[in-house]
């Protein structure tokens, strides 16, 4: 189906959902506040059927099994987004007291002048006055239960020490876009999503490294390819845990960005590259407040996280003489403690070995070292970049100009770019021997370096 037919299905099943969800509410009050009504329990309301409905809710429904409970929990959260008037008898008052039910549950939203679920809500409409039945709802919102698994539903707590049911019943904004719309949501840069989908032109056969370091990416290629493998097939999955850490080491523009935007092209997963001035904060607290935002996105999705410039975040614990030292060693461990139960695959880079903590270190599946390249990899990297299209003059040998000057293929780029905008501006496109060599000055300048 197209974009356009799948929100339709999507529209069609959905009202029909909100039919049953409706008589779902009513019934739940009359049988919680003793009022005549058409159906003993709940039970008694037959779910609408989904069997030969292709909408993507039925679709969803169908995939993990929901029992009723489930699509009532579901609808629930659905709902504000849909519906946001079928919530309106939450709004009726206590007369013994003068204010709502604290049985309904429910949480105020900042511009959302309805009502806005939590998981007690949830508990109101399907345990009513049944304590046995509460527990049972309270495994609907465990660690375990596919609602959190897939990242279907977010629950958040609106202040700590607060009763567990309390927590605020979010549908995911990726499920809400499927559901409605029909379409796949891939989370976008964000102040509390502070990490960004990277891709790239380039191939394998753009990127120029050693054999030995071809190698050590491979073995993370195949981890990507036959995890379920090794872990389930072969048992492994008792002995070591999931996910795959890797560190990626070397000077800048040697190719460790590229490495792993090309790892998540050929698995066919996304990799995120996380922002560390959006992820680092002065304050206590908040940096792992920041991480957790992506972590817990990312954690039931087949994504690479990839960490740039990684010191600054998983840099060597310092000796505790200072109640802030201590605050900054209590964050590299929570970061540890979340990259080793992470189950997908962690890229960590960063231009010093040295600087990342040894916690770190000794739990690195493969640990990469990306080395400046030789002459012979650097006429590779000119030869490619160059490739064939742009005007050289005659008094240009590549092969002369990668023997004599050492650069990464990063900096090679930037001396591309500044020939070809120095030829154009000089002459008609021509870029000549002394359009690199001012471009490779430039970039040793900037390292420090002369020609």
């Known amino acids: 189906m197209n974009a356009m037919s799948i929100s339709q299905a999507n529209a069609q099943c959905l009202e029909q959902e909100l039919i049953w969800f409706t008589k779902v509410l009513e019934s739940s009050a009359n049988l919680y506040f003793k ?98 039945k509460r527990f049972e709802v309270v495994r609907l919102f465990e660690p375990e239960h596919f609602f959190t698994e897939k990242g279907i539903l977010r629950l958040d707590y609106q202040g700590s020490g607060e009763p567990i049911l309390s927590r605020a019943l979010h549908l995911s904004v990726e499920y809400l876009n499927r559901l409605t719309l029909g379409i796949t949501h891939k989370p976008d840069y964000s102040i509390s999503f502070p990490a960004k989908l990277i891709t790239a032109k380039l191939g394998w056969d753009d990127l120029v490294l050693a054999p030995e370091v071809l190698d050590e990416i491979d073995h993370i290629n195949t981890w990507l390819k036959h995890s379920r493998t090794i872990m389930e097939e072969w048992g492994l999955g008792k002995v070591i845990k999931p996910g795959y850490r890797s560190l990626f080491y070397g000077p800048p523009g040697t ?125 590779r990297l000119w030869e490619g970049m160059l490739n064939g299209k742009c005007r050289l003059a005659k008094d240009v040998s590549l092969a002369n100009v990668a023997e004599k000057y050492e650069l990464s293929g990063g900096a090679i780029t930037n001396v591309v770019r500044y020939g070809a905008i120095r030829a154009l501006r000089q002459r008609d496109g021509l870029i000549c021997h002394d359009d690199l060599v001012k471009g490779i000055t430039r970039e040793l300048m900037k390292e420090g370096r002369t020609v």
């Open 255 to 379: 190719g460790k960005t590229l490495t792993a935007t090309l790892i998540g092209a050929e698995a066919g997963v996304d990799v995120y590259r996380i922002d560390l001035s959006m992820v680092v904060s002065k304050y206590i607290g908040e940096t792992e407040k920041n991480l957790a935002n992506v972590f817990d996105q990312a954690q039931h999705k087949n994504w690479i996280l990839f960490f740039d410039e990684a010191d600054a975040l998983f840099g060597k614990r310092t000796q505790t003489s200072s109640s802030n030292d201590r605050y900054a060693n209590q964050e590299v461990s929570y970061l540890l403690q979340r990259v080793e139960d992470f189950p997908g695959v962690v890229i960590l880079a960063t231009n010093l070995k040295a600087n990342i903590d040894e916690a770190f270190a000794r739990r690195f599946q493969t640990v990469v070292y990306f080395p400046m390249p030789n002459a012979e990899q650097r006429y």
């Open 35 to 132: 009022q005549k009504g058409e159906y003993q329990s709940l039970a008694e309301i037959p779910c609408p059927n989904l069997v030969e409905d292709e909408s993507s809710y039925a679709c969803l429904v169908r995939d993990c099994r929901m029992t009723m409970d489930e699509r009532i929990v579901l609808m629930l959260a659905l709902v504000p987004h849909i519906r946001p008037q079928l919530l309106d008898l939450f709004f009726a008052n206590n007369k013994s007291f003068n204010r709502g039910f604290t049985e309904f549950g429910g949480w105020k939203g900042k511009s959302h002048s309805g009502f806005l679920p939590t998981c007690e809500t949830a508990a109101f409409i399907l345990a009513g006055s049944s304590l046995e």
